[in-house]
């Protein structure tokens, strides 16, 4: 029995420092928060920056926790949050009470009169408008205004730059300039980047004053401004240089910003991106035009943007081809926008830091009226058929050049983009003078993406060539037995026959019909603009 009654007491002496614990955390996770039981305290501003005070740190440090301390105790209840402060996003306050973690939710704007804090246990609190002013007008407030974000300096558009020096102000709504230096990090160790060879540099605020000197070698090759800036003769791109940055943005009425800041980093120069671009209607662009780009040097496709002056309502594709080490798209200029009164098209892309601008000229196609056709359901089936065939699996390109004939004859075309009976556009060319079972070729190398029937009940076949074009052929009588779905085929193969003398073809951009003329070789329009390379 007493064996027995030691046992009984030993376990429970091994459960005691557990109980002890757990009494402990929930005390502490009850008990106010108190300076004397506070040693830490993390903010977490409204763009993500977290400070950290630590009472042993630095007098500063210590001075402002009390302040925090006083502002919850300063505070008077109220039932709940207003609606519109509620939605707006708040501080994370995260106290550390020993070992344990408390967070409190910290809503405060420009007006010192709507601030509010949340407990752990979900009471509110109004803050008081002198403690809101206090934290309004300190360095902690910075995300609260709109427009003295940080600067960051970016190395062709992918590399950020950490300074050497910064010193940062910004005004607040007592027209004071507060430093924010403390919440930028900075370094002295000279940091390797990859940078394209045209030094191409970004800042997020621009500065008023950008002094850049560039040295290789130990000689100095540049030193002057950055919008100056020509890559100099003397400049070896198999070896690396060292750059460095001097910038300041000037204190002025319209700005609520001021500061400087130096960089210094070594360069790794690698060649900056180049695209070209070309039109299937050479020098200028219509309705039905396709413009194929080739992009050299990118690192990533994902970074690539590209905008279009007038707009074009279409976001083009990118793809990447490991073996040549380029990239590239094709972006249709679709038939069914209406561009205004406009000459010419400026169409430009970024990437690296780089950008390259085209700017052609525009011709508005006159598109006349065609009757005797029965297609208005096509532009509903295509785009059905587009949405399930999806995107292409890979980068693969099957065309090179001019297309093959898809019939014998070329006689009797109808023209593509025609209004037909003031209804709707023809989205493609009808050979109508082709002999019942005729063969039906392929107009170059690629897969089957889909073989079925319309609503029309017309029988279609369409081939992906690569970059989201295909070639769409409607009207067969047979589809030949060879060929599924998946099915690779080569430029010129026989991919079936014609029903009964009229076999329509299309070509899209993922879904965009464009002019078939442009890709044929045996119309008088047809270029040679699909040799990307």
Same mark, same amino acid.
């Given at each position: 029995?007493?064996?027995?009654?030691?046992?009984?007491?030993?376990?429970?002496?091994?459960?005691?420092?557990?109980?002890?614990?757990?009494?402990?955390?929930?005390?502490?996770?009850?008990?106010?928060?108190?300076?004397?039981?506070?040693?830490?305290?993390?903010?977490?501003?409204?763009?993500?920056?977290?400070?950290?005070?630590?009472?042993?740190?630095?007098?500063?440090?210590?001075?402002?926790?009390?302040?925090?301390?006083?502002?919850?105790?300063?505070?008077?209840?109220?039932?709940?949050?207003?609606?519109?402060?509620?939605?707006?996003?708040?501080?994370?306050?995260?106290?550390?009470?020993?070992?344990?973690?408390?967070?409190?939710?910290?809503?405060?704007?420009?007006?010192?009169?709507?601030?509010?804090?949340?407990?752990?246990?979900?009471?509110?609190?109004?803050?008081?408008?002198?403690?809101?002013?206090?934290?309004?007008?300190?360095?902690?407030?910075?995300?609260?205004?709109?427009?003295?974000?940080?600067?960051?300096?970016?190395?062709?558009?992918?590399?950020?730059?950490?300074?050497?020096?910064?010193?940062?102000?910004?005004?607040?709504?007592?027209?004071?300039?507060?430093?924010?230096?403390?919440?930028?990090?900075?370094?002295?160790?000279?940091?390797?980047?990859?940078?394209?060879?045209?030094?191409?540099?970004?800042?997020?605020?621009?500065?008023?004053?950008?002094?850049?000197?560039?040295?290789?070698?130990?000689?100095?090759?540049?030193?002057?401004?950055?919008?100056?800036?020509?890559?100099?003769?003397?400049?070896?791109?198999?070896?690396?240089?060292?750059?460095?940055?001097?910038?300041?943005?000037?204190?002025?009425?319209?700005?609520?910003?001021?500061?400087?800041?130096?960089?210094?980093?070594?360069?790794?120069?690698?060649?900056?991106?180049?695209?070209?671009?070309?039109?299937?209607?050479?020098?200028?662009?219509?309705?039905?035009?396709?413009?194929?780009?080739?992009?050299?040097?990118?690192?990533?496709?994902?970074?690539?943007?590209?905008?279009?002056?007038?707009?074009?309502?279409?976001?083009? @594709?990118?793809?990447?081809?490991?073996?040549? &080490?380029?990239?590239? @798209?094709?972006?249709?200029?679709?038939?069914?926008?209406?561009?205004?009164?406009?000459?010419?098209?400026?169409?430009?892309?970024?990437?690296?830091?780089?950008?390259?601008?085209? @700017?052609?000229?525009?011709?508005?196609?006159?598109?006349?009226?065609?009757?005797?056709?029965?297609?208005?359901?096509?532009?509903?089936?295509?785009?059905?058929?587009?949405?399930?065939?999806?995107?292409?699996?890979?980068?693969?390109?099957?065309?090179? &050049?001019?297309?093959?004939?898809?019939?014998?004859?070329?006689?009797?075309?109808?023209?593509?983009?025609?209004?037909?009976?003031?209804?709707?556009?023809?989205?493609?060319?009808?050979?109508?003078?082709?002999?019942?079972?005729?063969?039906?070729?392929?107009?170059?190398?690629?897969?089957?993406?889909?073989?079925?029937?319309?609503?029309?009940?017309?029988?279609?076949?369409?081939?992906?060539? &690569?970059?989201?074009?295909?070639?769409?052929?409607?009207?067969?009588?047979?589809?030949?037995?060879?060929?599924?779905?998946?099915?690779?085929?080569?430029?010129?193969?026989?991919?079936?026959?014609?029903?009964?003398?009229?076999?329509?073809?299309?070509?899209?951009?993922?879904?965009?019909?464009?002019?078939?003329?442009?890709?044929?070789?045996?119309?008088?329009?047809? @270029?040679?603009?699909?040799?990307?390379?």
């Amino acid at each position: 029995m007493r064996k027995r009654l030691i046992t009984v007491l030993l376990i429970m002496a091994m459960f005691i420092p557990s109980i002890i614990a757990v009494a402990n955390y929930a005390y502490l996770k009850n008990t106010p928060i108190e300076y004397r039981s506070v040693s830490k305290l993390d903010i977490a501003d409204l763009d993500g920056t977290t400070f950290h005070l630590d009472k042993e740190n630095s007098a500063a440090e210590k001075e402002d926790l009390q302040f925090f301390i006083s502002l919850n105790k300063n505070a008077k209840s109220v039932d709940a949050l207003p609606t519109d402060i509620a939605q707006t996003k708040p501080f994370i306050f995260t106290y550390y009470n020993y070992a344990v973690k408390t967070d409190y939710q910290y809503y405060f704007s420009l007006s010192s009169e709507n601030a509010y804090y949340v407990n752990d246990n979900g009471g509110v609190y109004k803050i008081s408008p002198s403690d809101a002013t206090s934290f309004i007008c300190s360095y902690y407030a910075r995300s609260l205004y709109e427009g003295a974000e940080l600067p960051q300096l970016t190395l062709s558009d992918t590399n950020p730059v950490t300074p050497a020096t910064m010193n940062w102000n910004f005004r607040n709504v007592k027209s004071q300039y507060v430093n924010y230096a403390p919440a930028y990090t900075t370094t002295k160790s000279v940091n390797s980047y990859d940078v394209s060879s045209n030094f191409a540099m970004k800042f997020s605020v621009q500065p008023d004053f950008f002094y850049i000197t560039i040295t290789q070698n130990n000689e100095e090759i540049y030193k002057g401004d950055y919008d100056a800036l020509a890559i100099p003769a003397a400049l070896d791109l198999g070896k690396p240089a060292i750059v460095e940055i001097n910038a300041e943005w000037y204190e002025s009425v319209s700005q609520v910003y001021s500061g400087e800041a130096t960089y210094r980093f070594e360069a790794n120069l690698v060649p900056p991106p180049l695209f070209s671009m070309v039109s299937s209607d050479g020098d200028f662009i219509e309705e039905g035009s396709v413009l194929a780009i080739t992009g050299k040097n990118i690192k990533d496709i994902n970074e690539i943007t590209f905008s279009s002056s007038p707009a074009i309502d279409y976001t083009p @594709t990118w793809f990447a081809n490991d073996e040549t &080490g380029s990239v590239y @798209t094709l972006i249709p200029i679709s038939i069914y926008e209406e561009y205004g009164n406009v000459s010419e098209f400026t169409f430009t892309i970024e990437t690296g830091g780089s950008s390259t601008v085209v @700017t052609l000229p525009y011709q508005k196609k006159r598109f006349e009226s065609l009757k005797g056709l029965s297609e208005a359901n096509y532009q509903n089936d295509f785009a059905e058929i587009t949405e399930q065939i999806g995107a292409p699996a890979d980068s693969s390109i099957f065309f090179s &050049g001019s297309f093959a004939n898809p019939v014998s004859s070329t006689a009797g075309l109808k023209g593509f983009g025609r209004l037909v009976d003031n209804s709707y556009k023809h989205n493609g060319v009808d050979f109508t003078n082709v002999g019942s079972g005729d063969n039906i070729y392929a107009g170059a190398g690629g897969t089957v993406a889909y073989i079925g029937d319309l609503s029309s009940g017309d029988t279609v076949i369409v081939i992906e060539h &690569g970059l989201g074009l295909r070639s769409w052929y409607v009207k067969l009588a047979s589809v030949d037995s060879s060929l599924a779905v998946g099915s690779t085929v080569s430029k010129g193969d026989v991919i079936g026959t014609c029903l009964s003398g009229n076999l329509h073809c299309s070509i899209t951009v993922f879904g965009v019909p464009v002019s078939p003329y442009k890709f044929w070789a045996f119309t008088s329009d047809s @270029t040679e603009f699909l040799n990307m390379k």
